[in-house]
């Protein structure tokens, strides 16, 4: 059963449900719902915010639009490690804000029905903050995390990324 949205009174086919943008941390396979993400490219340097998290990674010009960077791997508590020529950046748009997601490289993009999908465990089971799951994802002998992209960053975070991207930092 195909879902729709409705877009100026007309109902039309939701053809970026179940799609997620996979990609890889460490060991782990990640999933981004498709609908956040504007665009993958490669890492560029940055210019430093002073006073920020160590995995805001700075702020980039892409294309006349301040985007900041924050470096996935830090965020989840993983070794830094130097960038490489698969490492990425996700661009994603969260609440009307640009964000670049460093991420070690960018896999595939997958359609997952809801017999896929299973309720993340409890909040803390996977050993680490795991509010920002929204899923896991069962794809042949793999487990995705599927990740929520609104909860990806805390508010507190949230206002900060708001000021980067302002250019109010």
Do not use: H, W
């Not at 941390?25 to 498709?34: F, K, M, Q, S, T």
């Not at 465990?121 to 903050?129: M, Q, S, V």
Request: with cysteine; aromatic share 6%; glycine share 8%.
């Amino acid at each position: 059963m195909a879902d729709y949205i409705e877009e100026d009174g007309f109902e039309e086919e939701d053809t970026q449900r179940g799609r997620y943008l996979t990609f890889t941390i460490e060991d782990n396979v990640y999933g981004l719902p498709i609908r956040f993400v504007l665009e993958i490219i490669g890492v560029q340097t940055a210019t430093k915010v002073p006073e920020t998290p160590d995995y805001v990674k700075g702020v980039i010009n892409l294309r006349g639009r301040i985007v900041p960077l924050i470096d996935v791997r830090l965020k989840f508590g993983k070794a830094e490690l130097a960038y490489t020529e698969r490492t990425c950046i996700i661009v994603i748009d969260v609440n009307s804000i640009a964000v670049g997601l460093i991420v070690d490289k960018v896999d595939d993009v997958l359609s997952l029905d809801d017999s896929q999908i299973a309720l993340p465990p409890p909040g803390g089971t996977l050993g680490f903050e795991n509010r920002y799951i929204e899923g896991l994802g069962k794809v042949e002998n793999t487990v995705l995390l599927l990740l929520d992209a609104e909860k990806l960053l805390k508010t507190e975070e949230m206002e900060i990324i708001e000021e980067i991207a302002d250019g109010n930092a």
